[in-house]
């Protein structure tokens, strides 16, 4: 158990419903991020948390996707008009800014869309 | 093609053998890489990192080789235990300015390890 903790741990849902996703960071740690992984592949970056401001976004977000992080802690990664495509393992990492990044993976939340 | 990711490098080794494992990254200005463990359902966990301005790095029971020429890393796992079946990841990331680090890390594909007992 690294300390961060993702919920639900599992969603699966029809297409065209919104999902949302919550991320618990290591208390100390002021960066976190979100990562996308689908089978056979490594983990594909998406975006990312110093403390409440969203620093950068991948291309692989789309409209659809939007993060928060409104008091600096926990996250919350929200996917609206889900798609069968989006089925995915979502993966939430956090670290410190200073020094190097190393960053710390929770157990991940597994979409389904049906 | 498409699905070049889903046939995943492997590598079986009988329990006791040393396991290296390889990746070739892409940026030749990243600066800092990662070894991740990733085991069925569970999120990567790491294992050891490695800056580019050293070529070697040992850990408890792991090395870490990092070649820039080639851009080239591995990864040595010395007495492999059925423990240490799991995907490997490696990854890369840039140091930003002032002592800070860069945000995202980037992934290579992953190698399947199989220690048999």
């Known amino acids: 158990d690294t300390g961060v903790s993702q919920n639900p741990r599992h969603k699966i849902t029809k297409r065209g419903q919104n999902v949302t996703f919550r991320c618990d960071p290591i208390s100390e740690h002021n960066r976190l991020y979100w990562y996308r992984q689908t089978l056979g592949q490594g983990p594909e970056f998406l975006t990312y948390?110093?403390?409440?401001?969203?620093?950068?976004k991948s291309r692989l977000l789309s409209d659809r996707f939007s993060a928060e992080r409104p008091k600096g802690s926990f996250s919350t990664l929200e996917i609206q008009r889900t798609e069968q495509g989006d089925s995915a393992m979502y993966l939430c990492?956090?670290?410190?800014?200073?020094?190097?990044?190393?960053?710390?993976f929770g157990p991940g939340t597994r979409l389904t869309v049906l | 093609g498409e699905n070049v990711g889903l046939h995943l490098p492997t590598l079986s080794v009988q329990e006791g053998d040393n396991s290296i494992i390889n990746c070739a990254y892409s940026?030749?200005?990243?600066?800092?890489f990662i070894w991740y463990k990733q085991e069925s359902g569970k999120g990567p966990q790491f294992i050891i990192d490695?800056?580019?301005?050293?070529d070697k790095r040992q850990g408890q029971r792991v090395t870490v080789l990092l070649n820039k020429t080639v851009k080239h890393l591995s990864l040595q796992i010395a007495a492999t235990q059925p423990g240490d079946s799991a995907v490997y990841f490696c990854?890369?990331?840039?140091?930003?300015?002032?002592?800070?680090?860069?945000?995202?890390?980037?992934f290579g594909q992953g190698t399947i390890l199989t220690v048999h007992p």
């Open positions: 948390f110093q403390n409440e401001a969203q620093l950068e």
């Open positions: 990854a890369e990331n840039k140091a930003g300015a002032g002592g800070t680090s860069y945000g995202k890390l980037t």
């Open positions: 990492a956090s670290s410190l800014v200073l020094g190097v990044n190393e960053q710390f």
């Open positions: 940026n030749s200005a990243s600066d800092y």
């Open positions: 490695i800056r580019s301005n050293m």
